[in-house]
Protein backbone atom coordinates (compact mmCIF):
# COMPACT_ATOMS: atom_id res chain seq x y z
CA UNK A 1 0.00 0.00 0.00
CA UNK A 2 1.26 3.29 -1.08
CA UNK A 3 0.49 6.64 0.73
CA UNK A 4 -0.19 9.85 -0.85
CA UNK A 5 -0.07 13.26 1.13
CA UNK A 6 -0.47 16.80 -0.62
CA UNK A 7 0.31 19.81 0.43
CA UNK A 8 0.50 23.55 -0.71
CA UNK A 9 -2.86 24.64 -1.45
CA UNK A 10 -4.51 27.75 -0.63
CA UNK A 11 -5.94 31.11 -1.61
CA UNK A 12 -4.76 33.15 -4.70
CA UNK A 13 -5.93 36.00 -6.95
CA UNK A 14 -6.09 35.38 -10.49
CA UNK A 15 -2.99 35.31 -12.36
CA UNK A 16 -1.13 33.92 -9.78
CA UNK A 17 0.99 31.10 -9.09
CA UNK A 18 0.80 28.25 -6.64
CA UNK A 19 3.02 25.08 -5.77
CA UNK A 20 1.84 21.77 -4.58
CA UNK A 21 3.28 19.10 -3.39
CA UNK A 22 2.96 14.96 -3.41
CA UNK A 23 5.02 13.35 -0.81
CA UNK A 24 4.74 9.19 -1.74
CA UNK A 25 5.55 6.41 0.97
CA UNK A 26 6.95 4.40 -1.89
CA UNK A 27 7.46 4.80 -5.39
CA UNK A 28 9.70 1.72 -6.50
CA UNK A 29 6.65 0.07 -7.73
CA UNK A 30 4.71 2.86 -9.70
CA UNK A 31 4.68 3.61 -12.95
CA UNK A 32 2.37 6.92 -13.15
CA UNK A 33 2.01 9.75 -10.78
CA UNK A 34 -0.39 12.49 -11.62
CA UNK A 35 -3.05 15.00 -10.58
CA UNK A 36 -6.35 15.39 -11.18
CA UNK A 37 -8.77 18.04 -9.50
CA UNK A 38 -12.22 18.03 -8.09
CA UNK A 39 -14.56 21.12 -8.43
CA UNK A 40 -17.87 20.98 -6.59
CA UNK A 41 -20.84 19.61 -8.37
CA UNK A 42 -18.34 18.72 -11.34
CA UNK A 43 -16.17 15.18 -11.93
CA UNK A 44 -12.64 14.38 -11.11
CA UNK A 45 -10.55 16.19 -13.85
CA UNK A 46 -6.99 15.01 -15.27
CA UNK A 47 -4.31 17.75 -14.42
CA UNK A 48 -1.40 16.20 -15.64
CA UNK A 49 0.93 12.64 -15.09
CA UNK A 50 4.41 11.74 -15.37
CA UNK A 51 5.49 8.54 -15.91
CA UNK A 52 8.18 8.41 -13.11
CA UNK A 53 10.64 6.09 -14.25
CA UNK A 54 11.03 7.94 -17.62
CA UNK A 55 9.66 11.23 -16.98
CA UNK A 56 7.09 11.64 -19.85
CA UNK A 57 4.89 14.12 -19.32
CA UNK A 58 0.73 14.24 -19.88
CA UNK A 59 -1.50 17.12 -19.56
CA UNK A 60 -4.72 18.00 -19.32
CA UNK A 61 -6.25 20.60 -22.14
CA UNK A 62 -7.09 22.96 -19.45
CA UNK A 63 -3.66 23.43 -17.95
CA UNK A 64 -1.59 23.09 -20.76
CA UNK A 65 1.13 26.03 -20.66
CA UNK A 66 -0.15 26.97 -17.24
CA UNK A 67 1.19 23.89 -15.28
CA UNK A 68 4.03 21.91 -14.84
CA UNK A 69 4.98 18.63 -13.56
CA UNK A 70 8.33 17.84 -12.37
CA UNK A 71 9.88 15.20 -9.97
CA UNK A 72 11.74 16.50 -7.05
CA UNK A 73 13.25 13.36 -5.67
CA UNK A 74 11.98 9.98 -6.11
CA UNK A 75 9.18 10.09 -3.41
CA UNK A 76 8.03 13.66 -4.50
CA UNK A 77 6.67 15.67 -7.13
CA UNK A 78 5.38 18.90 -7.48
CA UNK A 79 2.79 20.59 -9.78
CA UNK A 80 3.46 24.06 -10.49
CA UNK A 81 0.57 26.50 -11.07
CA UNK A 82 0.98 29.78 -13.11
CA UNK A 83 -1.30 32.34 -14.40
CA UNK A 84 -4.10 30.69 -12.21
CA UNK A 85 -7.52 31.50 -13.48
CA UNK A 86 -11.04 31.46 -10.69
CA UNK A 87 -12.05 27.85 -12.93
CA UNK A 88 -8.79 25.96 -10.97
CA UNK A 89 -10.57 26.33 -7.88
CA UNK A 90 -10.96 22.65 -7.12
CA UNK A 91 -9.67 20.38 -4.41
CA UNK A 92 -6.59 19.12 -6.07
CA UNK A 93 -5.77 15.30 -5.72
CA UNK A 94 -2.44 13.26 -6.21
CA UNK A 95 -2.45 9.89 -7.94
CA UNK A 96 -0.40 7.08 -8.41
CA UNK A 97 -0.78 3.71 -10.07
CA UNK A 98 1.35 0.67 -10.37
CA UNK A 99 -0.12 -0.54 -13.96
CA UNK A 100 1.22 0.36 -16.82
CA UNK A 101 -1.21 0.18 -19.71
CA UNK A 102 -3.58 2.52 -18.53
CA UNK A 103 -5.18 5.32 -19.72
CA UNK A 104 -3.23 8.50 -17.83
CA UNK A 105 -6.02 10.72 -17.88
CA UNK A 106 -8.76 8.33 -16.37
CA UNK A 107 -9.30 8.43 -12.38
CA UNK A 108 -10.56 5.21 -12.16
CA UNK A 109 -6.91 3.89 -13.45
CA UNK A 110 -5.10 4.74 -10.77
CA UNK A 111 -5.18 2.87 -7.28
CA UNK A 112 -3.67 5.33 -4.73
CA UNK A 113 -4.93 8.74 -3.74
CA UNK A 114 -3.88 11.15 -1.91
CA UNK A 115 -6.11 13.06 0.83
CA UNK A 116 -6.68 16.35 -1.39
CA UNK A 117 -5.46 19.65 -0.87
CA UNK A 118 -8.15 22.99 -1.44
CA UNK A 119 -6.89 25.48 -4.04
CA UNK A 120 -8.90 28.17 -4.47
CA UNK A 121 -8.60 31.17 -7.10
CA UNK A 122 -10.25 34.54 -6.43
CA UNK A 123 -11.06 36.95 -9.44
Known amino acids: QVQLVESGGGLVQAGGSLRLSCTASDTFSLYYMGWFRQAPGKEREFVGA???????LYYGDSVKGRFTISKVTEKIMYLQMNNLKPEDTAVYYC??????????????????WGQGTQVTVSS
Open 50 to 56: MRWSLGN
Open 95 to 112: AATPIWGISVISATDYRY
